[in-house]
């Protein structure tokens, strides 16, 4: 008997390593994973690229207990990275995910030709709904209007029906990211359907209330966790039990800077739903999602946020506002020619 979503899987293995890495023949392509990664997904990939004449090679690890440099001590960081700093392209479908681990950046300081793509926790079902299942380029031209849209505007406001009504100025100067899924350029890749923004940190101020999922160190929400921010810091945090578990979370690392707000996203996959997996949730049609903690100096030079470790979480059915423009209504697209895009892909 065939397996769930066995066809749909190889042609989304396919869409992956052909379309997205454009990967050609001779290169070498790392896929890493950890124990608690989908198998089938793993091995999809690799076939795809095997058969498009690439060089698969495998790395499986142990699940570390946390994320980003977190996991660091349970990872074989010189062997680890000594690959990556090899390798054509790079594809983590870790749960426990190596993203801004040390691992992480050697490769990416040391190997300026590694495509690296972000594809942490992805499953079967996942990988249909999100990749085998979505027309790229239109949603690129989709992405790519809105970036251009937000970049243009100085100041942004985003509230959403849970309570958040945070305001902030935009910094010309730091990274605007359109992830369209496109992974055939050196650099760091994610999947597509987000576009992300770093404001001008001191700017950010008001409150903040997830509703969707935070990740770590909760998962899916049951109950909102609101947060007070003043100049791009949590102040405050207000909610139940697992509101509680966050502020434990953060103080485990004694580390102020993980009070920061990192980055701020869209989520725009038509075929994103909440699952309590973080990679589809940001992902989820009119979310907007806050990062804390971490951020590369790369993305907002000079010095970034050296933290500890990094978190996300979802704000879902957004309200956005730019220089005074609502170009998001609870989640709901406002502007005439944005809807027009957004329906050629299903939404």
Request: net charge negative; with cysteine; aromatic share 8%.
């Amino acid at each position: 008997m065939t397996k769930l979503y066995e066809y749909e899987l190889g042609k989304a293995g396919d869409v992956l390593m052909r379309d997205m890495f454009k990967l050609k023949k001779g290169e070498t392509v790392i896929i890493t994973a950890d124990t608690e990664s989908d198998e089938r997904v793993v091995n999809a990939a690799a076939r795809s690229a095997f058969a498009l004449g690439a060089k698969p090679m495998v790395i499986w690890l142990a699940s570390p207990y946390g994320v980003g440099k977190a996991a660091d001590p349970m990872l074989p960081v010189d062997s680890l990275a000594a690959a990556l700093t090899k390798a054509d392209a790079w594809v983590e479908f870790n749960n426990k995910w190596l993203l801004y681990s040390t691992p992480f950046e050697i490769a990416m300081k040391q190997n300026d030709k590694l495509r690296y793509l972000c594809l942490v926790g992805m499953d079967v079902d996942m990988m249909i709904r999100v990749i085998g299942r979505v027309d790229a380029a239109k949603l690129s031209v989709f992405l790519h209007k809105v970036t251009e849209m937000t970049r243009q505007a100085s100041h942004v406001r985003i509230t959403n029906p849970a309570g958040s009504e945070l305001e902030f100025d935009n910094e010309p100067e730091y990274t605007f990211t359109c992830d369209d899924g496109s992974a055939f350029e050196a650099g760091m890749h994610m999947l597509g359907g987000q576009i992300c923004w770093i404001p001008r940190f001191e700017t950010i101020n008001g409150t903040l209330v997830f509703d969707g999922t935070l990740d770590p160190p909760t998962g899916l929400l049951q109950e909102p966790v609101s947060l007070t921010i003043e100049k791009g810091r949590v102040v405050k945090i207000d909610g139940g039990s697992q509101a509680r578990e966050f502020e434990s979370w953060l103080q485990s690392f004694n580390d102020s800077n993980m009070y920061r707000l990192a980055h701020v996203c869209y989520g725009f996959n038509p075929g994103a739903k909440l699952t309590g997996n973080i990679l589809e949730d940001e992902r989820v049609w009119g979310c907007t999602e806050w990062g804390l903690g971490y951020l590369s100096s790369i993305d907002a030079p000079p010095d970034g946020i050296d933290a500890s470790s990094h978190c996300d979480g979802i704000c879902l059915n957004s309200t956005v506002i730019l220089d005074g423009e609502k170009i998001l209504d609870e989640g709901k697209l406002v502007p005439e020619d944005l809807k027009e895009l957004a329906a050629e892909i299903g939404k």
